[in-house]
């Protein structure tokens, strides 16, 4: 079975610093998708990012960018010029398996 | 545009009183989601959907049943509430697995 596992249930960043949240899954397909969403205090779940795992090349939104590495099974997720409005939960999820989730505090 | 629409909002239910919430999608989405959203668990899937008239179960099934009789609704039910299922509650919708989901806002459920 497919898991997904978040090893940092916190962290912390200074507005406008660049921040790293991790994310490893297991799983025995070849082709699959991998997402990042947020959730701000509202509870409102927001895609922030997709990739496609026949895809070499690591997705970008904007800000926010992917370090996919398909053999170590890692996809981590990077913000850079962090914003006060980046603070939430941050789930990275297989398909729908959904990691535990990156609590992300952003420092003024 | 609607997107996914979840009822009610919030509840509170006694111990063994049974209950729908009810989803509803306006995207033509193929699949469709229940998970549970409980402090430090992430979301865990209860049950599924990939077309009208089908269902399956997820991570954490057990106390509940789903329904999807039409193709812009998905239904879950508690039979028989317990304490243990309190939580946060959100559906969601997508055109298949590769395609990000469209989630609710959420049902928050209290069983007393």
């Known amino acids: 079975a497919q898991t997904v596992t978040q090893s940092q249930p916190e962290m912390s960043v200074q507005e406008a610093e660049t921040v790293t949240l991790s994310c490893t899954y297991d799983?025995?397909?070849?082709?699959?998708?991998l997402f990042w969403y947020k959730q701000p205090p509202s509870r409102q779940m927001i895609l922030v990012i997709r990739?496609?795992?026949?895809?070499?090349q690591n997705a970008t939104e904007n800000r926010f960018s992917v370090n996919f590495q398909k053999a170590a099974k890692s996809f981590s997720l990077k913000i850079s010029d962090s914003q006060l409005g980046d603070a939430a939960m941050y789930f990275c999820a297989y398909e729908y398996i959904f990691g535990t989730g990156t609590r992300l505090k952003v420092l003024a | 545009n609607a997107g996914v629409t979840q009822t009610p909002k919030f509840r509170v239910l006694k111990t063994g009183q049974s209950m729908t919430l009810l989803c509803a999608q306006d995207m033509n989405h193929e699949y469709m989601y229940w998970y549970r959203q409980d402090p430090g668990m992430g979301l865990r899937l209860i049950h599924y959907s990939v077309g009208e008239g089908t269902t399956a179960k997820g991570e954490v099934p057990d106390g509940y049943n789903v329904s999807r009789l039409k193709k812009q609704n998905f239904l879950l039910g508690l039979e028989s509430a317990a304490p243990s299922q309190t939580s946060v509650y959100f559906c969601a919708s997508s055109y298949d697995l590769g395609r990000p989901q469209h989630f609710g806002d959420g049902t928050r459920l209290s069983i007393l």
């Open positions: 990739q496609e795992a026949y895809k070499q």
């Open positions: 799983t025995s397909e070849s082709d699959y998708y």
